[in-house]
Nanobody, 123 residues
Framework: QVQLVESGGGLVQAGGSLRLSCAAS????????MGWFRQAPGKEREFVTA????????VYADSVKGRFTISINNVKNTVYLQMNSLKPDDTAVYYC????????????????WGQGTQVTISS
């Protein structure tokens, strides 16, 4: 079992930055890929980015490429999402997730989920 807790969400103006954190506990997540998803009101949950357990590989959705950066600290069992140049369209609840698969990008490939953290971008 893996428990995931996100933090760092909030309200920022367009063009600003936020850094989300996802702390993992329970079974070591050294064997998992970690990902971030988001869900805006009235929309389906969508893939944002993922990172391999050793940090060597990353993948991003086109909508965030060049603005968001995922990173991982295996000592702290924490994955981060640095979000820059934020837009109102980035407003959503952001979820951290863990998977036993390599670089998964779809919902059903993830085994564990956090409770989410709200990110709101004002125009």
């Amino acid at each position: 079992q893996v428990q995931l807790v996100e933090s760092g969400g909030g309200l920022v103006q367009a063009g600003g930055s936020l850094r989300l954190s996802c702390a993992a506990s329970g079974r070591t997540f050294s064997y998992y890929a970690m990902g971030w998803f988001r869900q805006a009101p009235g929309k389906e949950r969508e893939f944002v980015t993922a990172i391999s357990w050793n940090g060597g590989s990353t993948v991003y959705a086109d909508s965030v490429k060049g603005r968001f950066t995922i990173s991982i600290n295996n000592v702290k069992n924490t994955v981060y999402l640095q979000m820059n140049s934020l837009k109102p369209d980035d407003t959503a609840v952001y979820y951290c997730a863990a998977s036993r698969l390599r670089m998964p990008t779809t919902l059903h490939e993830y085994d564990y989920w956090g409770q989410g953290t709200q990110v709101t971008i004002s125009s």
